[in-house]
């Protein structure tokens, strides 16, 4: 019997068929994998083999996919946390090429789709980074445009390189007219049409709704909030201070949040 006895993750093997490098660090992959169907907002457990104590395992993470739950091609956005900074699987990712193997489970998981979210006139997405992919997969769908009559999607990130998917969320205004408003936000550089500052503080000073055109309240929105763990803290604290509340399966609110550290 070994000393320490884990069951394996159950994994299958899928091929890269492409990737976009937005900055050095900062990438999508494209894969194909026989994964079970999805719900849009769902994560994949996504890996390779890395070498551990000399042996060659399998190493998997989350990642919310970004295409549609009908789409035959898988995508996730990454940023890579640098060996130095601990990160294993992010940086393997980050060496594939078209061609590759890649490890995925095979089924996504996860509550942070529309089928835990009440219906609302107005839905707040709000991202940091890579939070973005998972609303891409959920704008993509008939149900979000069922379940709110306007969309608000905000990209915060720190320098303009980082605004991911400009032309898919431009595709989406295109289709969607008035009923989407989508917004970034950059917090370190000035950049032409984006909001400077952090989510948190746009909101505390009315500035964020002043530029979606649509008032933010606890009566006619619901927010959902993805990425760093510290926005999602702060905006959640934000968002009380206007009186909205973390929704709960048996304690209705309008706060949803997925952290992805
Ligand atoms: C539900 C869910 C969905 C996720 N979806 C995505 C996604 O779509 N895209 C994506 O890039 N990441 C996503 N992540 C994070 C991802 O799973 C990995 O943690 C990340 O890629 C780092 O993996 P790693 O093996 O390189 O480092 P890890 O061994 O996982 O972490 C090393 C260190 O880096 C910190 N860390 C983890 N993730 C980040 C990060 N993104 N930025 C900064 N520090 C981090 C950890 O706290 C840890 O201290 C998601 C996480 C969760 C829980
Ligand atoms: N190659 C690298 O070394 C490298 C490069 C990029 C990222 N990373 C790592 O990857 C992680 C995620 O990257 P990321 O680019 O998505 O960065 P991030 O730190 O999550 O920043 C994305 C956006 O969120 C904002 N933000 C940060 N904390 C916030 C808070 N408490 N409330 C509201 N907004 C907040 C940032 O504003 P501010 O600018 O004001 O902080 C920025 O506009 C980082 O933590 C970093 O460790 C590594």
Sequence with gaps: MPPSHTMAEKFIEGCVVGRTDYTESLFTLRFTAAIAPFEAGQFLRVGTEVLKDGASVPELRPYSLVNAPNDDVLEIVLTVVPEHAGGVVSPALHRLREGDGILVSPRANGFFTLAEVPSAPV??????????????????TDRAWQQFETIVLVHAVRHAAELTYRE??????KQHGERFRPLSVVSREPHPGALRGRIPALIASGELEARAGVALTAATGHVMLCGNPEMLRDTTAALEARGLTRHRPRKPGQITTEAYW
Excluded: D, E, H, M
């Excluded at 839905?123 to 993509?140: H, K, M, N, R």
């Design 123 to 140: 839905l707040w997405a709000l991202a940091t980074g890579t939070g973005l992919g998972p609303f891409l997969s959920i704008l993509a």
């Design 168 to 173: 898919r969320i431009a595709g989406l205004a």
